[in-house]
């Protein structure tokens, strides 16, 4: 059973409206969360409908900004309906969220176990953080964080303009297992962080595939600070 994508938006925080589904089964909201814009900037904490959402991994850096962080949570059957999402944040000066939405995802486990990572990216060279998954039909989603050059991403996302950061986020099915990776290439004179992650469907099946598959990621529409 494939994943389904279902919503998705990038907006500044700390509290915003957003529908993680409208009556769906099986869901998952996971959010790529940013904070920046001075010393020891972080996000503490995640809620949607007044619920913690579990953090998943974290990257900090410099080369983008003093103490620039992207992090990723997620949260299992969130309500239905508009509900608020609320950001904890320490340091910095400014936060901005990535939330996205999925049907049919396992609820007990539902991520690939181990199958998440960070990287941190100052080369003009095409994305490299491919991360494994065994479980077929599993869903790649992450996010990016980059100053004002922006990445060359796949020909569906749309990059703003002018602006002092970049936000963008993606996720696709895989059909198979193997190793994938969002699809962009950095800019000549811009850093970029980037983190990566796992969800795994409802009745996943574990498959012995030891092909190694290369696969480049449509990202999301992004959206500037």
């Keep these: 059973m494939a994943i389904a994508f279902?919503?998705?938006?990038?907006?500044?925080?700390?509290?915003?409206?957003?529908?993680?589904?409208?009556?769906?089964?099986?869901?998952?909201?996971?959010?790529?969360?940013?904070?920046?814009?001075?010393?020891?900037?972080t996000i503490t904490g995640v809620t949607y409908n007044s619920v913690a959402l579990t953090k998943l991994t974290a990257i900090v850096s410099t080369s983008v900004d003093a103490d620039t962080e992207l992090s990723l949570w997620y949260l299992v059957n969130p309500a239905s309906g508009s509900n608020t999402l609320d950001v904890?944040?320490?340091?910095?000066?400014?936060?901005?969220?990535?939330?996205?939405?999925?049907?049919?995802?396992?609820?007990?486990?539902?991520l690939n176990t181990g199958n998440f990572a960070t990287e941190e990216d100052?080369?003009?060279?095409?994305?490299?953080?491919?991360?494994?998954?065994?479980?077929?039909?599993?869903?790649?989603?992450?996010?990016?964080?980059?100053?004002s050059n922006p990445p060359t991403?796949?020909?569906?996302t749309v990059i703003p303009g002018a602006g002092n950061y970049y936000q963008m986020y993606g996720s696709a099915n895989t059909t198979s297992a193997g190793s994938y990776a969002l699809g962009y290439t950095n800019s000549t004179t811009g850093?970029?962080?980037v983190a990566e992650m796992f969800v795994a469907p409802v009745s996943s099946i574990s498959s012995?595939?030891?092909s190694s598959i290369s696969s480049s990621v449509s990202t999301s529409p992004s959206s500037s600070i």
């Design 6 to 41: 279902l919503n998705s938006a990038t907006q500044q925080v700390p509290a915003v409206a957003f529908t993680a589904h409208s009556g769906s089964t099986d869901t998952c909201l996971v959010v790529a969360a940013f904070a920046g814009g001075g010393a020891g900037a």
């Design 88 to 110: 904890t944040r320490s340091g910095g000066t400014f936060s901005r969220v990535s939330p996205m939405s999925f049907s049919g995802v396992k609820q007990t486990s539902p």
């Design 122 to 147: 100052t080369s003009a060279s095409a994305n490299d953080l491919a991360i494994t998954t065994s479980t077929a039909n599993s869903r790649l989603v992450g996010g990016l964080i980059t100053p």
């Design 153 to 156: 991403a796949d020909s569906n």
């Design 191 to 193: 850093a970029l962080i």
């Design 208 to 210: 012995s595939i030891s």
